[in-house]
């Protein structure tokens, strides 16, 4: 057996697989067992009760899902009460991922997951900032650096910031947030999308746009993560269209410390488990004994001296 336990930030994890925010439930232990994930990462909870967006909320793309959910949620009090206890029976650290239109709303939410039981929080800054004319807060620096610094002030519990693509400099992103407190950045939300039904002229989300994620992201997520990794030091956590060993390999060999797993989940409910099962065989095979031993091992290519490119040129 390969040793597959890496560390994220101040959260020693078995393994560096673990589901991504929105994409699961507690219903998954139907089909898996909870306990050989990584972590468990709920979905994102806010301060209030929301019912969410207009249907129809989901859109299939030939490369990927459109979502445009709107954080449907019965608020911090239902969380606490309910979802916490439900994952806490399981062995994983429990990710809590939240969200606030406000500062204030994010930490005061922080310190009540966390009295509540919640190992880890993951901020899922790509909310509007209703103090910012409902700019998300993840794709400023400056804003970032805000509510980063004021959920470091409400909790000390493992705190992971999740970035958004959407972002003009995710890299630029990634080190406020390091520079604020953050003690990981998870690489990233969803890239905003649209689709046309052609015969009714209507989008094909009630919101009209919505965020892409799946197989189609993977490259632009993995870029992201890879600048991110050279950008800052504290861990990186890639997500975006991984649904195979290989695509976490991906992930991984480019630095990110661990990887979430999202859209892969919905089309075959045993996804993680295959991945992590893959990525034991894959190491054993090639006598890794590390996962660690991995991670961020991408090999530069060399530059042809010039010799060799006029050889290649003349070819
Ligand atoms: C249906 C759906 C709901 C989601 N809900 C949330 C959410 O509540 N909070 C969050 O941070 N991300 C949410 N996401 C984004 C995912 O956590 C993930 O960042 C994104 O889907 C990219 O990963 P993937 O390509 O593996 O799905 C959601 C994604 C989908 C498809």
């Known amino acids: 057996m390969t040793d597959l336990a890496v560390d994220v930030g101040r959260c020693l994890l078995a393994n560096p697989v673990m589901p991504a925010s929105g994409t699961f439930s507690e219903a998954l ?21 929301r019912a969410g967006n207009a249907l129809p909320r989901v859109a299939e793309t030939p490369m990927g899902m459109l979502n445009s959910i709107g954080i449907p949620c019965k608020g911090p009090e239902a969380f606490v009460q309910h979802t916490i206890p439900a994952f806490k029976r399981y062995r994983p650290p429990f990710v809590a ?17 966390v009295a509540g039981g919640a190992d880890v929080v ?11 004319d409902g ?24 705190l992971w910031a999740k970035l958004s693509p959407n972002a003009p400099n995710i890299a ?27 015969e009714r002229r209507r989008t094909r989300l009630g919101a009209g746009m919505g965020g892409l994620s799946g197989p189609a992201i993977k490259p632009i997520v993995l870029r992201m993560t890879y600048q991110c ?26 630095g990110a410390r661990a990887v979430q797993v999202g859209t892969a989940t919905f089309r075959h409910p045993t996804t993680m488990i295959r991945i992590l099962d893959d990525l034991d065989a894959w190491c054993r095979e090639r006598g890794i004994a590390r996962i660690t031993d991995v991670i961020g091992t991408l090999e530069p290519f060399e530059t042809p001296q010039l010799e060799a490119a006029e050889d290649l040129a003349a070819e």
């Open 122 to 132: 993951e901020a899922n800054i790509s909310c509007p900032n209703l103090e910012a």
């Open 97 to 113: 991922s939240i969200s606030a239109g406000t500062v204030r709303g994010f930490a005061d939410l922080a310190a009540q997951v």
């Open 29 to 49: 232990a139907d089909a898996i067992d909870l306990d050989r994930l990584g972590a468990l990462v709920a979905k994102t909870v806010m301060p209030e009760k």
């Open 135 to 158: 700019h998300a807060f993840a794709v400023s620096p400056k804003a970032t650096a805000r509510v980063v610094q004021a959920l470091r002030a409400a909790t000390d519990a493992p």
């Open 229 to 254: 990794v050279r950008a800052v030091r504290i861990p990186v956590i890639g997500c975006g269209g991984i649904a195979t060993a290989a695509d976490a390999l991906e992930f991984l060999i480019a």
């Open 172 to 198: 630029e992103v990634a080190m406020a947030a390091e520079a604020a407190g953050a003690d990981a950045v998870v690489v990233a939300n969803t890239i905003l999308g649209m689709a046309i039904d052609v």
